[in-house]
C-alpha cells in the first residue's frame, strides 16, 4: 500500500506585472470570481445586510489554473460585516456564525465546478467591522511588533481592508479611516501609520517585489492613497 501523501505541493508562479489585481482567463479563476460575486449578491439578498468580500491571494494576481493545480489552490477571503446594521451582539455571533458557515458549505458543494478539492474551505476569515477595525489593527502590531517587525496574521487582516473587493463595508470604512488621517493634526504621524498600511499591503500581495510597471497602484504617500481609493475632503 502506497502511503498517504497529502495534497500536492503548491506550484509556484508569478504574479502579474501588468495590473495590481488581475484574473486569469482560465476556466477555473473565472467561474470562481463569477461564484464569489453571486454568492455575495445572494447573502446580501437574504441577510438584509451590507457584506463585503475581501479577495487576496492568488485567484486576483493572475496565476493560471488548470485542473491539476486548481484542485488545491485556495480561496482566500474576509468576508466583512457592517457593525451599524446589527443590532445585538448576541445576534451579531450568530449571523457572523451562520454567513461565515454558509460560504464554506458553498464552496464544498460547488467544488467540481470550482475545480476544488472537496476537503478544502480555502483561507476565510470573518470580521465585523466598525469605526475602530482598522486603528485597532494597526495599534495591536504597533504594540506587540516595533515599527518593520513582522505580525504576519494581523499584517494579512491590515491589508484586507486595502485589497479587492466586492461589495460596500469595506469601502465605507477604509474611507472613513483615510479622511480621519487626512484630517489629524500631526500629519508626520499619520504618514507613519500610512507608510505602515503601505507595507503590510506590498509584503502581503507581492512580498515586498513591486513591479515598476504597476509601482503607481500602490500608494507611497497619505495623499496618493487619498487619490488612489477615490476619497475627497470635503471642507
Same mark, same amino acid.
Not at 469601502?171 to 487626512?182: E, P, Q, V, W
Given at each position: 500500500?502506497?502511503?498517504?501523501?497529502?495534497?500536492?505541493?503548491?506550484?509556484? #508562479?508569478?504574479?502579474? !506585472?501588468?495590473?495590481?489585481?488581475?484574473?486569469?482567463? /482560465? =476556466?477555473?479563476?473565472?467561474?470562481?470570481?463569477?461564484?464569489?460575486?453571486?454568492?455575495? $449578491?445572494?447573502? !446580501?439578498?437574504?441577510?438584509?445586510?451590507?457584506?463585503?468580500?475581501?479577495?487576496?491571494?492568488?485567484?486576483?494576481?493572475?496565476?493560471?489554473?488548470?485542473?491539476?493545480?486548481?484542485?488545491?489552490?485556495?480561496?482566500?477571503? #474576509? *468576508? /466583512?460585516? /457592517?457593525?451599524?446594521?446589527?443590532?445585538?451582539?448576541?445576534?451579531?455571533? &450568530?449571523?457572523?456564525?451562520?454567513?461565515?458557515?454558509?460560504?464554506?458549505?458553498? +464552496?464544498? @458543494?460547488? &467544488?467540481?465546478? %470550482?475545480?476544488?478539492?472537496?476537503?478544502?474551505?480555502?483561507?476565510? $476569515?470573518?470580521?465585523? %467591522? /466598525?469605526?475602530?477595525? *482598522?486603528?485597532?489593527?494597526?495599534?495591536?502590531?504597533?504594540?506587540?511588533?516595533?515599527?518593520? !517587525?513582522?505580525?504576519?496574521?494581523?499584517?494579512?487582516?491590515? &491589508?484586507?481592508?486595502?485589497?479587492?473587493?466586492?461589495?460596500?463595508?469595506? @469601502? @465605507?470604512?477604509?474611507?472613513?479611516?483615510?479622511?480621519?488621517?487626512? =484630517?489629524?493634526?500631526? =500629519?508626520? !504621524?499619520?504618514?507613519?501609520?500610512?507608510?505602515?498600511?503601505?507595507?503590510?499591503?506590498?509584503? *502581503?500581495?507581492?512580498?515586498?517585489?513591486?513591479?515598476?510597471?504597476?509601482?503607481?497602484?500602490?500608494? @507611497?504617500?497619505? =495623499?496618493? &492613497?487619498?487619490?488612489?481609493?477615490?476619497?475627497? +475632503?470635503?471642507?
Amino acid at each position: 500500500m502506497i502511503p498517504f501523501q497529502g495534497p500536492p505541493r503548491k506550484i509556484p #508562479y508569478t504574479p502579474s !506585472e501588468n495590473k495590481r489585481y488581475e484574473v486569469s482567463e /482560465d =476556466q477555473f479563476s473565472r467561474r470562481r470570481i463569477k461564484f464569489l460575486r453571486d454568492l455575495h $449578491h445572494s447573502l !446580501e439578498k437574504e441577510f438584509r445586510i451590507p457584506i463585503s468580500f475581501s479577495i487576496f491571494g492568488s485567484l486576483v494576481k493572475g496565476k493560471i489554473l488548470t485542473p491539476e493545480t486548481a484542485e488545491y489552490a485556495d480561496i482566500d477571503l #474576509y *468576508i /466583512d460585516l /457592517d457593525s451599524e446594521t446589527l443590532e445585538l451582539r448576541t445576534k451579531d455571533i &450568530a449571523v457572523k456564525k451562520t454567513i461565515e458557515r454558509r460560504v464554506k458549505e458553498e +464552496i464544498i @458543494k460547488n &467544488a467540481d465546478y %470550482l475545480g476544488y478539492a472537496r476537503d478544502l474551505k480555502g483561507s476565510i $476569515h470573518m470580521v465585523i %467591522l /466598525d469605526d475602530g477595525s *482598522i486603528p485597532e489593527a494597526i495599534k495591536y502590531i504597533r504594540k506587540d511588533f516595533p515599527w518593520g !517587525e513582522s505580525g504576519s496574521a494581523m499584517e494579512i487582516e491590515v &491589508a484586507s481592508f486595502f485589497t479587492l473587493s466586492i461589495g460596500s463595508v469595506i @469601502k @465605507k470604512y477604509r474611507n472613513k479611516f483615510l479622511l480621519s488621517l487626512a =484630517q489629524q493634526t500631526d =500629519q508626520d !504621524e499619520a504618514e507613519k501609520v500610512w507608510k505602515f498600511i503601505k507595507d503590510c499591503v506590498e509584503k *502581503i500581495e507581492r512580498k515586498d517585489k513591486i513591479p515598476e510597471k504597476i509601482a503607481h497602484q500602490f500608494p @507611497k504617500t497619505l =495623499q496618493d &492613497a487619498l487619490k488612489f481609493y477615490g476619497v475627497k +475632503i470635503t471642507s
